[in-house]
């Protein structure tokens, strides 16, 4: 289709001429012998130029020329003129007309001029068109994207200038890189394959308010309004940033999981023999000072043999505690009563024997909540977080261990998040040297310590604490300055059981049974004599069988008032599948439990089936005598096999 051209003229002559040369040329031509007329045939139609006369009867062309400017940016303008002066030039050129002809102009000469303002025209719609597109590609991209020549800034789109906080006006011309970029934390990320795109790269962008945070960004060369430039998409990658400490986290976490898990299998298989082997160095000692007396030449050393049996025993304990293996009966406990408890024991005396210049203060709140817990757990614990306090002060200083009811409404973050809801806390405070920020990321570690190793713990003290206020469904808040460390303990209210007066028993009025059977099944020859010694200074009369199914077939055969279950017996069947086919003969059969160790599950199910009593191995002679007495004087079980 021909191109449509505007000439504006008063000259009739000439307009004809024209309109004969340009239609030999495929053009089609409009005449207009006035400014008015040619803007009202350029409102009708479309023009891929307009020739046009500077001197008119009504207008000037410049002023003709200035509103085809405005109005039909499309239209390519050539001015012709007789009288040309370097001013009206000049104002043409600053209005955007294409070329300035003085009449008489030749053919060859106003051809070339036409056709290169209508491809000049057509260049400029191409390049609108694509800046155009780049700005609508730009602003579709989550990336924020800068054109710059030499680092100067050319075009910036919107992801951009929210990213750094800017306007694009504010960074039109400036040194980019330097504004946007710390150039000393710029870092090739890997070697390019090729030279185009450069990249990528890494570094810390700095936003208008100073605060800086991580970013990518690869260069590529382009054509930019007729000359090479270069191109560059930026990352915010804080979220990536994020997301990678946390898979650093969860891999930790995951090695120490794997650690735990390895710890736990290494203690569960070692609980059960060491328990075992350890069970004579406290017992025996304990039967000997029995008959012995007050004035036995050793007894001395008799209490310390078993006074270390009872140590290695804790050890043995604290391993299972930390690996999470070691299962716990939980009821509802007042902490003040657990704390009263500790403050009258014998540990705290040794403690201050240790630490004669430290100072304790309780504060405890009066009317605090019930929890449910394992007292004997939770007051290791204690014990623990107030040995771990002397030692950190080493001389003169004060520990203070606090109780209080506390309410979180919303998630708070500590040294671990604690979800919202109620707690009773439990704090210990001392006013030591403190942790250091090194130290303090690794404190309940497995083992970890800065202690001199030999003199004081095992390095599972603080591990105790975090297993057994995780086991509880508590957490852990820990703050430390040179001043001090303060440690807390959170544990769930219990909103539905009251702490229950304990009763003590009078074990030493308990111990002498009246002959009652008891039969005592353990895979181990030293255990069973061991507790058949044991029962039989009780008063009872002791009965053995080194399996269960060697006690199956005994009780069927033998009537038996309490059966003594190892809980793990290899070969052969365990404790709780022993008691079930136990009570396929005899219904109600009353049992108590001996372990060194017993998972969750076995527990669970030995609860199940009617047994009540469980004493952990090694035991003493008054453990055993109280359990003995509960069962044997307990109504009969409701079985359920």
Known sequence: MPLSLLVVDDEVHLCNSLAILLKAEGYRVNIAHSGQDALRQLQRGTYAAALVDMDLPDMSGNHIAALIATDHPDTAI??????????????SLRLGVYDFLRKPCPPDSLIRT??????HKQLQRDLRNSEKRFRQLAQATWEGIIIYDRGELLLANNQLCKMFGYQESELLGRQIFDLLLDRNTIRLMNAPAESDPIGPFEARGIRKDGATFPVEFRVKHIDYQGRQVQVAAIRDVTDSEIAMQQKIALMEKLADAKRMESLGLMASSVAHDLNNIMAGIITYPELLLMDLGDTFQYREELLMIREAGKRAAAVVNDLLTVARGATCKKEAHNANDIIADYLKSVELKELYQRFPEVQITPYLEGKLHSINCSAIHLAKSIMNLMNNAAEAIQGKGQITVSTKNVRFTSPYLGYEPIEPGDYVMISVEDDGPGISPQDISQIFSPFYSKKVMGRSGTGLGLAVVWNTVHDHGGFLDVASSDKGSLFFMYFPTDKFNTPRPVQPIQVLSLHHGNGEKILVVDDQKS?????SRLLARLGYHPLTAQ????AIEYIKHTPVDLVMLDMMMDPGINGCETYERILRHVPGQ???ITSGYSNAENIRRATELGINQFVKKPYSLHELAQALQVEINAEQPSSSP
Do not use: C, F, H
């Open 78 to 91: 050539i001015i012709l003129t007789g009288n040309a002066t370097i001013d009206n030039a000049v104002e």
């Open 114 to 119: 036409i056709a290169r303002s209508i491809q």
């Open 527 to 531: 255990q069973r004599e061991i507790a």
């Open 547 to 550: 399996s269960g199914e060697e």
């Open 590 to 592: 009353k049992a108590i």
